[in-house]
């Protein structure tokens, strides 16, 4: 598993890799999609590398390894948190 926090010392890896996700976007032809976000380092990595046009929404997810979250719900399933921005 990466170490997402450790990207942020590497901002041209980042940077590459943000290219090559909004490619793969387009070649789905998907211009504006949805993104949902596992973890709060995932989405403020994206929230601070993304323009608000590559995307419609940005929604943060609870990882599914946090340590607060309890297995019942894991099954249950991630409900999204208050964070949206369109």
């Known amino acids: 598993m990466t170490d997402i926090r450790a990207l942020r010392d590497h901002s041209n ?3 590459q890799n ?3 996700f909004l490619g793969e976007m387009n070649d789905l032809q998907a211009p504006a999609p949805l993104i949902l976000a596992f973890g709060r ?3 403020r990595l994206l929230n601070e590398h993304l323009k ?3 995307y419609r929404k ?3 997810i609870t990882h599914y390894s946090h ?7 894991t099954r ?5 948190r208050a964070v949206v921005r369109e």
């Open 52 to 54: 608000n046009e590559a």
């Open 13 to 15: 890896v980042v940077d």
């Open 76 to 80: 249950i399933g991630c409900a999204p």
């Open 58 to 60: 940005l929604i943060g």
């Open 41 to 43: 380092d995932t989405y």
């Open 67 to 73: 340590h607060q979250m309890a297995r019942s719900d």
């Open 18 to 20: 943000v290219r090559l």
